[in-house]
């Protein structure tokens, strides 16, 4: 089940009021897909995981928390061309908050935003989620290569990579982050996992998967 509380917040950037829904809670009844992204009823709560303020388009998960560097991304070029880019508007909060993200210096969290403004457009059925998954890629890809050492989650990050190079069609990219995956971990499940999206990117598959799809045919 999940909990929606309605909320009232001031964007901390204009101080215009914002009504917002926020999660209390939530389940999830099966497998998440191979990028990680959760079964329903989580995989429906988008809608609660970023919010964009009415008044000047300042893009968070928590619109009454500002940092210095923010005003900065909001005047560019590129975020004001989200704001009016006509694509679905979730995708442009969740862009937009990437960009905030990257310039404060969070690159976990900056692929994340991307990963799921590309989640937005394939419930829309849009082609611009292949772009969203570049843009996710590339930033993961420089957080492990900054701070691998030191995550806790990396591995899982790793498989994240492969999924979401696959299903922007970025195949050699990906074979090659399953192979590296494949020779270095301890984590049979993982690597069984890195084979089986081997599978996949030999045959040209970039279509979403989830993670029972690696016992199917046993």
Same mark, same amino acid.
């Given at each position: 089940?999940?909990?929606?509380?309605?909320?009232?917040?001031?964007?901390?950037?204009?101080?215009?009021?914002?009504?917002?829904?926020?999660?209390? &809670?939530?389940?999830?009844?099966?497998?998440?897909?191979?990028?990680?992204?959760?079964?329903?009823?989580?995989?429906?709560?988008?809608?609660?995981?970023?919010?964009?303020?009415?008044?000047?388009?300042?893009?968070?998960?928590?619109?009454?928390?500002?940092?210095? &560097?923010?005003?900065?991304?909001?005047?560019?070029?590129?975020?004001?061309?989200?704001?009016?880019?006509?694509?679905?508007?979730?995708?442009?909060?969740?862009?937009?908050?990437? =960009?905030?993200?990257?310039?404060?210096?969070?690159?976990?969290?900056?692929?994340?935003?991307?990963?799921?403004?590309?989640?937005?457009?394939?419930?829309?059925?849009?082609?611009?989620?292949?772009?969203?998954?570049?843009?996710?890629?590339?930033?993961?890809?420089?957080?492990?290569?900054?701070?691998? &050492?030191? &995550?806790?989650?990396?591995?899982?990050?790793? =498989?994240?990579?492969i999924d979401v190079l696959r299903r922007a069609r970025q195949f050699k990219?990906?074979?090659?982050?399953?192979?590296? %995956?494949?020779?270095?971990?301890?984590? =049979?499940?993982?690597?069984? %996992?890195?084979?089986?999206?081997?599978?996949?990117?030999?045959?040209?598959?970039?279509?979403?998967?989830?993670?029972?799809?690696?016992?199917?045919?046993?």
């Amino acid at each position: 089940m999940t909990m929606l509380i309605p909320k009232t917040v001031t964007c901390s950037h204009c101080n215009a009021s914002n009504e917002v829904i926020e999660m209390a &809670s939530t389940s999830s009844f099966g497998p998440p897909d191979l990028d990680l992204r959760p079964a329903e009823m989580a995989r429906s709560t988008l809608h609660t995981q970023v919010y964009r303020c009415t008044g000047c388009g300042f893009a968070s998960n928590n619109l009454e928390t500002e940092e210095d &560097s923010d005003s900065v991304v909001m005047q560019s070029v590129e975020y004001q061309h989200y704001l009016s880019s006509g694509l679905p508007g979730l995708a442009i909060s969740f862009a937009c908050c990437a =960009m905030i993200e990257e310039k404060r210096g969070d690159l976990e969290s900056t692929g994340t935003q991307w990963l799921k403004a590309a989640w937005v457009c394939d419930d829309e059925g849009i082609e611009e989620g292949r772009d969203f998954r570049v843009r996710a890629a590339d930033a993961l890809c420089r957080y492990l290569s900054n701070n691998g &050492s030191k &995550s806790e989650n990396v591995e899982n990050i790793r =498989m994240v990579i492969i999924d979401v190079l696959r299903r922007a069609r970025q195949f050699k990219e990906a074979a090659d982050w399953c192979h590296d %995956l494949i020779a270095k971990s301890s984590e =049979m499940f993982l690597k069984k %996992l890195a084979e089986y999206e081997l599978t996949l990117i030999e045959a040209s598959d970039d279509a979403c998967h989830h993670v029972p799809d690696l016992t199917e045919g046993e």
